[in-house]
Antibody
Framework: QVLLVESGGGVVKPGGSLRLSCLISGFTLNEQYLAWVRQAPGKGLEWVSYISGGGTYSNYAASVKGRFTIYRDNGKRSLYLQMNNLREDDTAVYYC???????????????WGQGTLVTVSS | IVMTQSPATLSVSPGERATLSCRASETISNNLAWYQQKPGQAPRLLIYDASTRATDIPARISGNGSGTEFTLAISSLQSGDFAIYYCQQYNNWPQTFGQGTKLEIK
């Protein structure tokens, strides 16, 4: 059974930092891309970042590039998102997802966690 | 690539058929997925490669289209089908989503 469980959300002031974690089980981790996708309150879905199975490749949405860092520890079966210099428009539920992309082509997300809420407010 | 879904809200009676639309701003072949999202829940993959049902998705849910025009059809609507539906292209990075169609009970 595939399971992804996020944690680390909370309330933070603008300019602050937060680290999200995602604990993963149920599939061979080092072969699989992983991603973060976010959803602002009442809004649609926005891809944030992906990382390759071994952690070599990663990419970011323009809105978070230079502020967010994605990384993974396959031994701990965990995905992370370090978020720095947070802004109010980063307020969202953040989902981790299994990304079926490869180095050759993007694909879709077949398993999602339940999400963790990040609120950036003064 | 900009994905545009229509309508924003669709009101359909239980037992009837609903058809949702998704348009891409440029051709994406059949590199399209559909997700269902219920309040307070994560998105759930329904369809990938425009027309292939994901695991455990019933045959009354179907996807169609290629290029720039796509549809999701749900027949014999049940209470659990009333939700928000998102399309997503994966022809190019970054993967992008439509703004969603809310399927509500008429």
């Amino acid at each position: 059974q595939v399971l992804l469980v996020e944690s680390g959300g909370g309330v933070v002031k603008p300019g602050g930092s937060l680290r999200l974690s995602c604990l993963i089980s149920g599939f061979t981790l080092n072969e699989q891309y992983l991603a973060w996708v976010r959803q602002a309150p009442g809004k649609g879905l926005e891809w944030v970042s992906y990382i390759s199975g071994g952690g070599t490749y990663s990419n970011y949405a323009a809105s978070v590039k230079g502020r967010f860092t994605i990384y993974r520890d396959n031994g701990k079966r965990s995905l992370y998102l370090q978020m720095n210099n947070l802004r109010e428009d980063d307020t969202a539920v953040y989902y981790c997802a299994r990304d079926l992309s490869t180095a050759a082509a993007p694909r879709y997300f077949d398993y999602w966690g339940q999400g963790t809420l990040v609120t950036v407010s003064s | 690539i900009v994905m545009t879904q229509s309508p924003a809200t669709l009101s359909v009676s239980p037992g009837e058929r609903a058809t949702l639309s998704c348009r891409a701003s440029e051709t994406i072949s059949n590199n399209l997925a559909w997700y269902q999202q219920k309040p307070g829940q994560a998105p759930r993959l329904l369809i990938y490669d425009a027309s292939t049902r994901a695991t455990d998705i019933p045959a009354r849910i179907s996807g169609n289209g290629s290029g720039t025009e796509f549809t999701l059809a749900i027949s014999s609507l049940q209470s659990g089908d009333f939700a928000i539906y998102y399309c997503q292209q994966y022809n190019n990075w970054p993967q992008t989503f439509g703004q969603g169609t809310k399927l509500e009970i008429k």
